[in-house]
């Protein structure tokens, strides 16, 4: 499959080449929105160019471009991956959900929560998972947000079916730099998951705490991520040396070459971006 990728700004080719041979991918060339007048040949200086000859477009675009080029490629029937989903906004992918379904193109996203647990580990479509993450005091808000946006889409990866009722606390209260935020989100099926996130003068940690069946287990979990960087998109030779990014980008890949459902696609996303939306609306409704 012939492969195109968007950027921002620069990254080097053979790290594109590398990935691209690693998921069996045709590398056809790269745009930078911000160009140094790369002479390699497989950098574009038209978007347009590169779209009409690829199969596949991974976007690194930010907040305020990456829409037009979703759109742009869609209609060109272009498979797509964005790959940062705390960057994008749930009205924007509400249209771009639209014209997918339309011309029935999957859209796949990177920076999109993690496999927390596997599908075998749980028992009878039962469980109960609670995750715990203690952040840092110097943590940032947009961080913060981040973070929460991150770990909802965790969330919906393993979702047992419908949510029946979300659970929100958070203090201080009515702020929009809160220092710990409380979820319960609680199934039909009466699964729960628990969710604590907090910015506080104590060490740094994330542990997730799992029970199904008759058992269950405590893991800790990487404190850091490439994807709760907020510049992730301005650098993006970082984000593409993080491992788990590699395998969002690995598992969109395989699906779409083998004409799979996608593991995490556009509808994941956008009820990830919902369940953020209401959670904001609860934790501050006078702004």
């Not at 542990?207 to 907020?230: C, H, M, Q, T």
């Amino acid at each position: 499959m012939k492969a195109g990728f968007f950027f921002q700004n620069p990254v080097g080719i053979d790290l594109l080449q590398t990935i691209a041979n690693q998921n069996n991918l045709e590398l056809v060339g790269a745009y930078f929105k911000n160009n140094e007048n790369s002479t390699n040949a497989k950098t574009y200086d038209s978007e347009d160019e590169l779209l009409v000859q690829i199969q596949v477009a991974f976007i690194f675009f930010d907040s305020k471009n990456y829409f037009d080029l979703a759109v742009k490629a869609l209609k060109r029937g272009v498979n797509i991956f964005l790959a940062s989903l705390p960057d994008y906004s749930h009205s924007s992918l509400l249209e771009i959900n639209e014209l997918s379904s339309e011309i029935g193109v999957p859209v796949g996203f990177g920076c999109a929560g993690e496999i927390l647990v596997k599908q075998d580990e749980i028992v009878g479509n039962y469980f109960m998972l609670q995750l715990t993450r203690d952040a840092g005091k110097k943590t940032s808000n947009e961080v913060f947000r981040r973070m929460l946006i991150y770990d909802i889409a965790s969330f919906v990866r393993i979702k047992p079916c419908g949510m029946r009722k979300l659970r929100v606390n958070g203090l201080p209260l009515f702020t929009k730099s809160p220092k710990a935020i409380n979820l319960r989100l609680e199934y039909d099926n009466s699964s729960i998951i628990a969710s604590s996130i907090t910015r506080v003068d104590e060490d740094e940690r994330s542990v997730l705490r799992f029970f199904s069946g008759d058992d269950g287990y405590f893991k800790d979990l990487p404190v850091n991520s490439i994807a709760l960087e907020a510049s992730v998109l301005k650098s993006p030779q970082i984000i593409l040396s993080d491992d788990s990014f590699l395998v969002n980008l690995s598992i969109y890949t395989q699906e779409i070459l083998s004409k799979s459902p996608l593991n995490f696609g556009i509808e994941n996303a956008i009820e990830a971006l919902s369940i953020f939306e209401s959670i904001e609306e609860r934790l501050y409704p006078m702004n």
